[in-house]
């Protein structure tokens, strides 16, 4: 197999700065050891997330100047409109200013208090936002979705038998929707099969529900679709994500993944009185159903985007090159989820430091150690971001895996970037057994990872 090219050539580039270990060492010890309080140019390789951090085309910023800022009836607003109608196919698309806006306005017009919306895996945002409505948000990934090691084509398949007897049990009133994430970011960036997706539709409409997916990364998705599910590989991705979104009746979007812009989202949906609910709530907080707290510049961009990300060498250079360094750091004995996600590799920080329990942070470690060694930020998600404090003894509970991921920002780095990550892994598997533990100084008692404090022990 010959080498997968970025299929892109530089036109407008942005330098990064080399620091050394001393100076990063230092940066650290102010940072208090949390990568958020960073300055980004310190940073060499930036892979804390995918999310708003892709490179726009030539086409995009074309789309830019070109961007109508009219308050009502913007043209960008009727482009994006088309582009969103042709992909996905339903009625009413209603812009916001990210996906979690999306998920708020949505939530609030169908989640009443006490009930329950199940998904394979919620985002974190997706959860707070349930939550806040006093619902419940429940995980129903199959099993082999939460085994680190263990091989499967769609480890984000929902089980659709836990969901038939989640809505025996529950009750079909309790349930305003159901909800799949393609692909499934908290589960590893693993994809959701076609079948599983028809299937997950064949119930919600012998039950009545209404289905939504959170569509971040739903090219992706797609092309994982050709490549390992049996009568796709001759579809295009355009076709197989028209597939997806026709057993759905609408979508969650953070444009900031597959839409290829830096900041964005939207719900689209064919439900007349929930899109009129909706757009009531969006004029509230977000601004006029036609820009919907973006300006039309960002409308255009997205449309742009949108026309672009299904092409079929970008998909295959994207899935590959996260595969690239999957493989690389498996080869080095770096335990990693498996397969490689679409956007970002997931690694078992606690296997590969093993000389550090759980309480002592072996991902916060790991993802400093990244950062002494190389310069590159990653993002620990493990026992700093979802372990718990227990309220009334103050004990610190780990969560059930320890994890770094190593999201990769769209047509953004080129493979000799991903050499380097490689080559200061080949490194720290050297010297793994001198990575010390850590420990909090410092926790809010919300959303501790942004702004917790940390020491070396
Ligand atoms: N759903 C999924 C699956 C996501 O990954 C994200 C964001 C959101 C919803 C929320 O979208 O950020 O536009 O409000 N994920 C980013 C990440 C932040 O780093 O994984 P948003």
């Known amino acids: 197999m010959k080498t997968i090219i970025e299929p892109f050539r ?3 580039v942005e330098p990064i700065r080399m620091t050394s270990a001393a100076e990063r060492l230092e940066l650290l010890n102010e ?4 990568l958020f309080n960073l300055h980004s140019e310190h940073v060499l390789i930036d892979l804390l997330t995918d999310s708003g951090t892709s490179a726009m085309s030539q086409e995009q910023w074309a789309a830019i100047m070109r961007g109508d800022e ?3 009836g913007s043209k960008s607003f009727f482009e994006l409109e088309e582009r969103v109608k042709d992909i996905f196919g339903y009625k009413h698309l209603i812009p916001t200013h990210q996906g979690r806006a999306a998920e708020r306005i949505l939530f609030s017009v169908v989640a009443r208090p006490g009930m329950v919306i199940p998904n394979n895996n919620h985002f974190d945002t997706t959860r707070a936002n349930i939550e806040y409505q006093k619902c419940e948000a429940v995980d129903l990934v199959i099993d082999e979705g939460t085994k680190p090691e263990l091989l499967h084509p769609f480890k984000g398949n929902v089980d659709v038998k836990k969901l038939r007897k989640l809505i025996e049990e529950r009750g079909r009133s309790k349930i305003p929707m159901v909800m799949i994430t393609v692909t499934n970011n908290t589960g590893g960036g693993q994809p959701v099969s076609m079948a599983n ?14 289905l939504f997916l959170d569509a971040c990364r739903f090219a992706e998705n797609a092309y994982f679709i050709k490549l ?32 290829l812009v830096n900041m964005g989202g939207f719900i689209a949906m064919n439900n007349d009185e929930w899109a009129a609910k909706c757009r009531n709530l969006l004029i509230l907080t977000e601004g006029f159903p036609t820009y919907g707290g973006l300006a039309g510049r960002d409308l255009a961009a997205m449309a742009q985007g949108l026309s672009e990300i299904l092409d079929e060498d970008y998909l295959r250079y994207r899935l590959a090159s996260t595969e690239y360094l999957g493989r690389h750091l498996d080869e080095l004995g770096v335990p990693c989820v498996k397969p490689s996600g679409g956007h970002a590799i997931f690694i078992d920080a606690r296997a590969f430091l093993d000389h550090i329990e759980p309480l002592q942070l072996p991902g916060q470690a790991l993802a400093c150690a990244l950062y002494e060694q190389g310069g590159i930020r990653s993002v620990e998600i493990g026992t700093v971001m979802f372990g718990k404090v227990n309220p009334e003894t103050g004990e610190q509970l780990a969560a059930p895996m320890d994890l770094v991921r190593l999201a990769i920002p769209r047509r953004v780095y080129t493979q000799s970037h991903m050499d380097y990550v490689i080559e200061v892994f080949a490194d720290l598997a050297k010297s ?12 809010p008692p919300f959303l501790r990872h942004f702004t917790a404090k940390f020491k070396r022990l």
Not at 31 to 34: G, M, R, S, T
Not at 198 to 209: N, Q
Not at 432 to 443: G, K, L, N, T
């Open 70 to 72: 009219s308050y009502a």
């Open 10 to 12: 530089i036109k407008s």
């Open 197 to 210: 997706i028809r299937d997950v539709s064949a119930v919600c409409h012998e039950y009545g529900l209404p």
């Open 31 to 34: 940072a208090h050891f949390n």
């Open 228 to 259: 390992r599910e049996p009568g796709y590989e001759d579809k295009t991705p355009l076709e197989i994500a028209r597939e997806m979104f026709s057993y759905a009746d609408g979508v969650t979007m953070s444009a900031k993944k597959d839409a």
């Open 432 to 443: 793994r057994d001198s990575i010390r533990p850590m420990a909090f100084v410092d926790q």
